[in-house]
């Protein structure tokens, strides 16, 4: 049976969907193109009617879940993004999470055109963040985007450190309240003095 062309871009966007899921539970490695098609439901043998290699589909698969965390990012609060990401809900949801907490490792390793693909999903997730203050300009604009730099890298590095950790660890908990509390403590606006 003929597979039309539009059944053909919605196996393929199942397939990206079903690697970009799998990757972020078990890493580039741990997830083999055999297991990956048998999960999406296809053979083994289809995937090279959708993907050159392997290392195309990484590269698909990041910046789709990158692109559905910006779009999940857009319009929030820098506290509630902050709230939610720093979460144990977040650490214990590799599949669901965020692609850079459960593959930035992983990217560091891989071809250019990987670390690309997560430059530029860092980039989209910067721009999902951004503060009235980093679309005025100059030096204000300078600092917001540092700033949101150093929140998206302090939150990321939490949920790295907290899974580096037992899933039943104290540890595991206290990294996530600790670095949360820090990450907010400048966000929040000073006291009116009395």
């Known amino acids: 049976m003929r597979v039309t062309k539009a059944q053909a871009r919605e196996n393929r966007t199942h397939i990206v969907e079903t690697a970009s899921r799998l990757f972020r539970e078990r890493g580039y490695d741990g997830v083999g193109v055999a297991e990956l098609m048998a999960a999406a439901g296809f053979t083994h043998g289809g995937f090279y009617k959708h993907f050159g290699s392997k290392a195309d589909l990484m590269a698909e698969a990041a910046a789709s879940g990158l692109s559905r965390s910006a779009v999940k990012t857009g319009g929030l609060d820098i506290a509630k993004f902050v709230e939610d990401y720093v979460s144990r809900e977040h650490r214990d949801a590799r599949g669901d999470g965020c692609t850079m907490a459960a593959l930035c490792g992983d990217a560091a390793r891989q071809p250019e055109p990987i670390k690309a693909t997560f430059a530029a999903g ?13 679309t005025s300009g100059g030096e204000e604009q300078r600092g917001a985007r540092a700033k949101m730099i150093d929140v998206l890298a302090h939150s990321i590095g939490a949920i790295l450190l ?21 990450i907010l403590a400048p966000l929040s606006p000073p006291e009116a003095a009395r």
Not at 163 to 177: G, H
Request: some cysteine; charged content about 30%; overall charge negative.
């Open 162 to 182: 907290s899974r580096a950790c037992p899933d039943d660890s104290p540890l595991a908990d206290e990294i996530l309240e600790v670095c949360r509390a820090e």
């Open 122 to 134: 860092i980039e989209s997730l910067l721009a999902a963040l951004e503060s009235e203050g980093m």
